[in-house]
């Protein structure tokens, strides 16, 4: 009896997270990347929790010692260096592209195709496998086709009938930049722990990370999140031809102003260890941030994982893991319906979609104190204006959610 075949779109933590627990699990599998370039090169920190790492090992990433760079602390201060709160906390930090490279390594190389982008996809039915069609007329028949197309999903927009990503009325600021450049002062504080600086409508926070797999230097990764109304937005989304983008802009494509206006506003109200790193950083991301939710994660023989389900804000630090929860519990329902995608499939839906609402609920309220809205919200937003409690709850491993 042939194996069944699975079709992963997408080819970043979701698609190789489910890529190698299932290829793992006796199917054939093949991933379709559109990018053309490696996605080694991309994204910025992560925290790590107990879960992500049991998942991993898990999907046969072999990183031993070498997944990131443990803290011991997280501490808050403000402006002048003050140390208003600390919390002793055991905890690994990492960078994307070191967990993408690990994952990239499990997976056999010839099962990771770039360039591939999908053009249409039908879903299929019980007498029907599903059928994913690429640009250059090729199409590939499989038992089951994985969407994890991150946040911009095709496979969402064409296939489900989900709402439209909500703006949070805010955007963070990613940068990183090499320990050892900053000032000895800065080192000494920042190098040990997760570090958090607020101001209303403000919050940076850093830790220490290796950037890469063949890089061992400690960097400091921050995060950056400002409060920002949606004609600002407009602005900061234009890049030097004019051309304003649409939900978020290439680091090379941010108009030279706006970076220069950054680092001025940086120097005038942070620290200046966070505003020596934001000018040492070569590259500098800016992500707005949305609320993605959706009521279904699975449609006949297509199951969206990761992002292409759910976009959480970031403050919660459960985006990795709950890619890679939602790939294990997709496995996990498959191999409890003796591999039936159509009985799986929905099973699969009900205990993710549910986790995801949570989620999004939780990274709502931690980011209530940057968006500062009324509602529900108002109480919330109070809470994290005491930023121990920012401290306490930024970050952690939430129960249910990498579904060990």
């Not at 370039?37 to 031993?64: C, D, N, Q």
């Not at 290439?250 to 950054?262: E, G």
């Not at 939602?326 to 009900?350: E, G, H, M, R």
């Amino acid at each position: 009896m042939s194996k069944p075949r699975a079709l992963i779109i997408g080819g970043s933590m979701g698609g190789l997270f489910a890529a190698n627990l299932l290829h793992r699990s006796g199917w054939q599998v093949q991933v379709l990347e559109k990018s053309t370039t490696p996605l080694t090169s991309r994204g910025t920190g992560i925290a790590t929790h107990a879960g992500l790492m049991k998942v991993m090992e898990l999907a046969g990433a072999r990183f031993g010692d070498a997944l990131g760079t443990p803290i011991n602390t997280r501490k808050a201060f403000d402006a002048s260096g003050n140390i208003l709160a600390q919390l002793d906390t055991q905890q690994v930090m990492a960078s994307w592209s070191r967990l993408l490279s690990f994952l990239l390594e499990a997976l056999p190389s010839d099962l990771y195709r770039m360039g591939k982008m999908v053009t249409s996809i039908e879903a299929g039915d019980a007498k029907n496998k599903a059928i994913v069609h690429l640009a250059g007329e090729e199409s590939i028949e499989a038992d089951l086709v994985v969407a994890a197309d991150g946040y911009r999903s095709w496979s969402r927009h064409h296939l489900f009938n989900a709402p439209t990503p909500q703006y949070a009325g805010y955007v963070a600021w990613r940068a990183m930049a090499p320990l050892a450049r900053l000032e000895k002062a800065y080192q000494d504080l920042l190098h040990d722990g997760m570090m958090v600086s607020q101001l209303p409508g403000d919050q940076i926070l850093g830790y220490p990370v290796m950037p890469s797999d063949n890089n061992n230097d400690v960097h400091i990764n921050i995060v950056w999140y400002r409060k920002t109304d949606t004609d600002s937005l407009k602005i900061l989304l234009t890049d030097e031809q004019g051309i304003q983008h649409s939900d978020g802009i290439a680091p090379k494509l941010i108009h030279p102003q706006v970076l220069q206006n950054l680092k001025q506003q940086a120097a005038d109200t942070l620290h200046p260890a966070w505003a020596q790193i934001i000018q040492l950083a070569p590259e500098i991301f800016m992500q707005p941030i949305y609320d993605s939710v959706t009521n279904n994660m699975a449609r006949s023989r297509v199951a969206l994982i990761g992002d292409a389900a759910f976009i959480s804000r970031p403050h919660i630090g459960q985006g990795v893991t709950k890619a890679a929860g939602d790939a294990l519990c997709l496995v996990k329902c498959l191999q409890s319906n003796t591999n039936d995608v159509l009985k799986a499939l929905p099973i699969f839906s009900n205990q993710r979609v549910t986790i995801g609402h949570q989620v999004i609920q939780y990274a709502q309220r931690l980011g209530s104190v940057i968006s500062q809205p009324g509602g529900e919200l108002a109480s919330w937003s109070k809470l994290y204006s005491n930023v121990a409690n920012v401290l306490r709850d930024t970050a952690v491993e939430l129960d249910g959610v990498a579904c060990v």
